[in-house]
């Protein structure tokens, strides 16, 4: 085995020790093909839908102040919102941050169309307190989250484009591009 593919082993195995907790299943490149989603989509476009105003809440997931989906480190500790089991690092800046975002979102998007990162914030037969924060299931960020969602692949691929498997580096319209939709 390749020093390499140790490094990844080793670095999966941390993120299931760090973020994996209270029984959570961690994902990694290890994982039973096709069932994970594709993390370098994810930290291109899908994270940054997160930090973003959304209309017509007129708030983001990870907010200003202490936002309800998010951790905001204190310098003596972490801070938590309110918003349940799903948080993310606002505006990660080290692979490690984007990796713990990622493994929050794709815990919440395994169930696919059904899943409850697409429900709540379409308050879509579930409580979310701040109600509906798409402005439509034909809002562009929407369908962003929801194309993610429901593309599954056999593996999570990796942040590095130039190391990132075929079936992860597709979903893009061309090298870093987004898809774009209507």
Same mark, same amino acid.
């Given at each position: 085995?390749?020093? *390499?593919?140790?490094? *990844?082993?080793?670095?999966?195995?941390?993120?299931?020790?760090?973020?994996?907790?209270?029984?959570?299943?961690?994902?990694?490149?290890?994982?039973?093909?096709?069932?994970?989603?594709?993390?370098?989509?994810?930290?291109?476009?899908?994270?940054?839908?997160?930090?973003?105003?959304?209309?017509?809440?007129?708030?983001?997931?990870?907010?200003?102040?202490?936002?309800?989906?998010?951790?905001?480190?204190?310098?003596?500790?972490?801070?938590?919102?309110?918003?349940?089991?799903?948080?993310? *690092? *606002?505006?990660?800046?080290?692979?490690?941050?984007?990796?713990?975002?990622?493994?929050?979102?794709?815990?919440?998007?395994?169930?696919?169309?059904?899943?409850?990162?697409?429900?709540?914030?379409?308050?879509?037969?579930?409580?979310?307190?701040?109600?509906?924060?798409?402005?439509?299931?034909?809002?562009?960020?929407?369908?962003?989250?929801?194309?993610?969602?429901?593309?599954?692949?056999?593996?999570?691929?990796?942040?590095?484009?130039?190391?990132?498997?075929?079936?992860?580096?597709?979903?893009?319209?061309?090298?870093?591009?987004?898809?774009?939709?209507?």
């Amino acid at each position: 085995m390749t020093k *390499r593919k140790w490094g *990844r082993r080793a670095f999966g195995l941390a993120l299931a020790v760090i973020g994996g907790g209270c029984g959570k299943e961690v994902p990694t490149s290890d994982q039973v093909s096709g069932t994970t989603h594709c993390i370098r989509y994810y930290a291109t476009c899908i994270d940054p839908i997160f930090h973003k105003t959304l209309a017509p809440s007129g708030q983001s997931c990870s907010g200003q102040g202490l936002g309800c989906h998010v951790i905001i480190d204190t310098g003596s500790g972490t801070q938590e919102g309110s918003g349940g089991q799903f948080k993310v *690092r *606002r505006f990660p800046t080290t692979d490690t941050e984007l990796t713990q975002n990622f493994i929050s979102a794709h815990n919440k998007a395994l169930s696919g169309s059904s899943s409850l990162l697409l429900r709540k914030p379409m308050a879509d037969g579930v409580t979310h307190p701040p109600g509906q924060v798409f402005a439509s299931t034909n809002d562009s960020d929407f369908l962003q989250l929801k194309f993610w969602v429901e593309t599954i692949a056999d593996t999570q691929g990796d942040l590095n484009p130039l190391l990132d498997t075929a079936q992860c580096s597709a979903m893009f319209v061309s090298g870093n591009t987004c898809r774009t939709f209507p």
